[in-house]
């Protein structure tokens, strides 16, 4: 049975930096496009960084430039670095994975229509604060 288990999330002051990592177990990722999400609080879960898989990326506006999404296919993991955190980027944050192989593009999956069909993670908090 497919998992996906997050890890990494915390609170930090402005300007700190987080690594988040997803861990995907049955499933190999190698095929995959794979992705984070946040949702805060009142708010719709959005699509912040995706990855095809062949490592085609995308970012959201809000997050281009201090946000890196990068995979360890033979460690079967997901990563997300995130660098100058703001209070804007609090929020839990999940991990996804397509679960079909070659179909979504980096894109695609960030962009889900209606209620994607995805593989999903538990979510790991990250609060940004002074």
């Not at 009142?42 to 201090?66: F, H, L, M, N």
């Not at 538990?122 to 609060?127: A, D, K, L, M, Y």
């Amino acid at each position: 049975q497919e998992q996906l288990v997050e890890s990494g999330g915390d609170q930090v002051q402005p300007g700190g930096s987080l690594r988040l990592s997803c861990t995907v177990s049955g499933l190999t990722i190698d095929d995959y496009s794979l992705g984070w999400f946040r949702q805060a609080p009142g708010k719709e879960r959005e699509g912040v960084s995706c990855i095809s898989w062949t490592d085609r990326v995308y970012y959201a506006a809000s997050v281009a430039g201090r946000f890196t999404i990068s995979r360890d296919n033979a460690k079967n993991t997901l990563y997300l670095q995130m660098d100058n955190l703001q209070p804007e980027d609090t929020g839990m944050y999940y991990c996804a994975s397509d679960t079909t192989a070659l179909y979504y593009d980096e894109n695609e999956l960030c962009h889900p229509a209606g209620h994607p069909q995805y593989y999903w993670g538990q979510g790991t908090q990250v609060t940004v604060s002074s």
